[in-house]
């Protein structure tokens, strides 16, 4: 019997829909059942080559089209997206397991947000003329060619329209790869690209394991790398694709603090570090994993935090009233209970939560940890999943100067009713997306990246662009030329 949510075919090359069954299978997972819901085949050389293919063969064709006609397509696509929300939002629970509440509101939503933006963008790119004397030169911004993206399971929407809406918008075209544990939805996205009338191949998406990452990284014909994963796995893409000097963006993982000083108002300062910490049950790179709250408020906090965890409607993520779902992966669950594991054997204190469900699905609690010390595993690695570690310090020094004790510089967090050290703070802080008195939003408009291990490159806003096309300079000489012989 066919899966509901299987698609079409595997692959999209060339603005179809296309399958290869001799790479190997890959099963879908339902996180919050444990069951089968799809299986798609990993790419194979011969489907590698296809996307390479058509990418750069549709590629310079739509560089010549003035930015309002790319854009103009992009924004297109944008409202079908909107139109289209709900399934699409149904689709991503069923790749990530995430809740309908959260994924109805910020995951196709912000990916026609990176759509819209960057359409609305694209009639603006220009190049400038400076004038030297009678000569002058006069710059080119130009599309680098062809893009390859490359997303982790957490928001495969989001990803798929934050990589491929600068780089279309530039004039570039893209083979995206999704994560192996989150195919469905890119290939959403790609379709609705073309239904909006993208020219075949500009966006193409092909599945598998980094096996078929690797490839497309070192590619000749491929000019830039957009990753976001893991660490580990940026370290291994950046420097393969250092090897072709290619174009990169690296969206990596983090550790990232948030300090919550005895004036800040109590209730946003719990709600800020349940919005850092449990939102999509814990899997958001820029989550503020090291809570580190004044000695004065402390107690405060952990009562109050506690409370509030009680009412997490934990359950069906179809269920609109959930509010927190299971991890994506039984994989992802495991490593995550080994955490709490050595959170404890290290000595840090269980406030709540630290077990698995006894229902189906890859559900683990809320946890929190107090009394987390500096060196812990748990306050040094990143955990990727419903778990909070709080800290206490005395004074603001204190706390920057521990902050900063990481090799990541993802984000960053200040919750204080004092605004002068609000900005006193954030401004010593080593991240590249930081917060006072909030967490986690992630607006179009706003750069979104990190400093340190965290990565390189931004995208969203019009920094992104930065990243998705280069300058050529055109010396433009009026008189003669005064050759030396
Ligand atoms: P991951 O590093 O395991 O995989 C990321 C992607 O890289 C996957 O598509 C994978 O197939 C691919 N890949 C693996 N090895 C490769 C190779 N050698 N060459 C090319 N591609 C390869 O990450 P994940 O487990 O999917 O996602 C979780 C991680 O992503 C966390 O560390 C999280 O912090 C990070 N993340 C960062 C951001 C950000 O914007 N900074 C956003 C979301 C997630």
Known sequence: MPYPTQPTASHFINGQYVEDTSGAEIPVIYPATGEQIAVVHEATPSIVEQAITSAKAAQKAWAALSGTERGRILRRAADMIRERNHDLSVLETYDTGKPL????????????????????????????????????????????GLCVGIGAWNYPTQIACWKGAPALACGNAMVFKPSETTPLCALKVAEILHEAGLPAGLYNVIQGTGKVGAPLVTDPRVDKVSLTGSVPTGRKVYAAAAEGIKHVTMELGGKSPLIIFDDASLEDAVGGAILANFYSSGQVCSNGTRVFVQKGIKEAFLTRLHER?????????????????????????KIVQGYIEKGKAEGARLVCGGNALPRDGFYLEPTV????????????????????????????????????????????GVFTSDLTRGHRVIAQIEAGSCFINSYNDAPVEAPFGGSKLSGVGRENSKAAIEHYSQMKSVYVRMGAVDAPF
């Open 369 to 412: 940890f107090a009394d987390v010390t500096d060196e812990m595993t748990i306050a040094r690695e990143e955990i990727f999943g419903p778990v909070m570690a709080v800290f206490d310090f005395d004074t603001e020094e204190e706390a920057i100067t521990r902050a900063n004790e990481t090799e990541f510089g993802l984000s960053a």
């Open 309 to 333: 965890l009680q009412e997490a409607q934990i359950g069906d993520p179809l269920d609109e009233a959930t509010n927190f779902g299971p991890m994506v992966s039984e994989n992802q669950m």
């Open 101 to 144: 509440s959260e994924t109805l509101y910020v995951d196709a939503t912000s990916g026609a947000d990176a759509l819209e933006y960057f359409g609305g963008l694209a009639g603006s790119l220009t190049g400038e003329h400076i004038q030297l004397g009678e000569d002058w030169v006069y710059t080119r911004r130009e599309a680098l």
